[in-house]
Structure formats: structure tokens, C-alpha cells
């Protein structure tokens, strides 16, 4: 299984990064990538949709952790959509839920990040 | 738990100690859960936890230069409705034990995070480093599945 990665613009500063696949110790690298090469563009403020994610595991975790660490230093925020019943419970079993912002619907996290 | 319990018999594969191979793991070991009587959740859980154990096990086996080494997997179901998935590697031995906490108020992500996570998805989780390796044993309890409840 493989991940598939796209950037796209949102309102405002907000860029939103798609996942589709699976997110392990493999592919997390490249989610990784994608994030890193939008901060250093000067991108502080993502949306991560994850509507298209069965799977992840403390590797991508990680990556979202590391992800919100670096643009907080530009008071920048990392928001998540996420309906997947299965990862929610991964966030709040991690206590991730109380450090992202997590969203149902895109729409309804671009209407409160507005 | 396990002591002189019967078992159905058990399914073993085994894979190539490289990430790419983690997935398909995965995928194998929530098949065979299915198989066994797991429920979605269940499953779900499993597949989780496992793929925890999984990445450690590609982990350790690449810092001490064993990549291209494999990874065994064994799942059985106990007669006492339990699930048992062995996931057993070549790499060097760690102290589990010292592991296993969610990320710090300040999102410090510890080595260890998902030794966390697989004890909060299962119902017991063990450790031995024996000659082979390392074993890492996952035990859920399987509900009843709701049409047999009913």
C-alpha cells in the first residue's frame, strides 16, 4: 500500500495537504516530505485531510506532531479532517486530540479556521 | 493466561525485515483475525497494534545492520476466546519495559510511542528476547459477535 500526496490551496494562507493510503513506517516518509517542503516555503497554517486514511501508526504520528512543533514557532497550526472512527480513537487514546484541531468535514474546518 | 489452554491451529508468515513489506503484514494478519471470529473492531484493534510491533521490528533490525533479515508472524485463537499474535524479528534486544508513554505536554514524541499504543489496543502485551530474537506477543479477547449474542 502506497500514500498518495496532494497539495492544494485553501482560504486564506491555509494549505491543505490530502492523504490517501496508508500511513506506516514506510510511507511516512513521504507525507514527511510533502509537510516539510511547505513549511520552508513559508506555508504555516495546514489542513490535513485524512478522509482517505485507513491507517496510521506512530510513525505518522510523528510526523503530525512534527509538523505542528515546527510551525508553531511561526504561530502557524496544523488542523486535521478525520471521520475514520478507528484513527479518532488512535488521537484520543494518544491524547492528540487535545493538541490538533480535528474536523469532520473540510468544510467545517475551513469555516472555523476562517 | 495461556497456560495449558488448547489452541485452534495457528497460521504462520513471514516477511522480509523492509517497510515496504510492513502493509502487507498488516493486511494478512487482519484476514486471518476475520478468519478467526474477530469482529471489525477487533480487527481493527489488531491491525494497529500490530503494525506498532511491525515498525519496531523494521526499526531495530535496521540499526543493527539486519535489514535484508525477516519477520516472523504467528496468530492463533485460544479455546478461551483469546487471539494471539507473535511477531518475531532478528534484531537486537531493547528494554521494553522502559518504553510506553503517550507524547509530553510538550508533544515530545518518545521512542516507544507505539509500544504505548499497542498496550492501550490490547488486552495484554509481552516481550522476551530469546536467541532468534525478539518476540513480541499481543492477546486480545474476542467479544462474542453480535448474531451469536442475539
Known sequence: MDIKVNVRPADGETRVIDLVGEIDVYTSPAVKDAITQLIDEGHYHLLINLEGVRYIDSTGLGVLIGALKRVREHAGSVSLVCANPQIKKIFDITGLVKIFGIFETEQSAIKALA | ??????????????????????????????????????????????????????????????????????????????????????????????????????????????????????????????YEHRRAGNVVRLIKRIPIAEEHAS
Open chain 2, 1 to 126: 493466561m495461556l497456560g495449558e489452554v488448547k489452541t485452534t491451529p495457528s497460521w504462520r508468515g513471514e516477511i522480509p525485515n523492509r517497510p515496504e513489506f510492513v502493509s502487507t503484514a498488516r493486511h494478512w494478519i487482519v484476514a486471518m483475525s476475520r478468519h478467526l471470529g474477530a469482529d471489525a473492531q477487533t480487527s481493527a484493534d489488531v491491525e494497529f497494534a500490530v503494525g506498532e510491533a511491525l515498525a519496531n521490528a523494521v526499526e531495530h533490525g535496521r540499526r543493527v545492520g539486519r535489514g535484508s533479515r525477516k519477520i516472523i508472524l504467528r496468530i492463533r485463537r485460544t479455546d478461551d476466546g483469546h487471539l494471539v499474535v507473535e511477531v518475531v524479528d532478528s534484531g537486537a534486544a531493547f528494554d521494553f519495559g522502559r518504553h510506553g508513554t503517550r507524547p509530553d505536554e510538550e508533544y515530545h514524541t518518545p521512542r516507544g510511542f507505539g509500544i504505548f499504543l499497542m498496550r492501550e489496543l490490547m488486552d495484554e502485551v509481552h
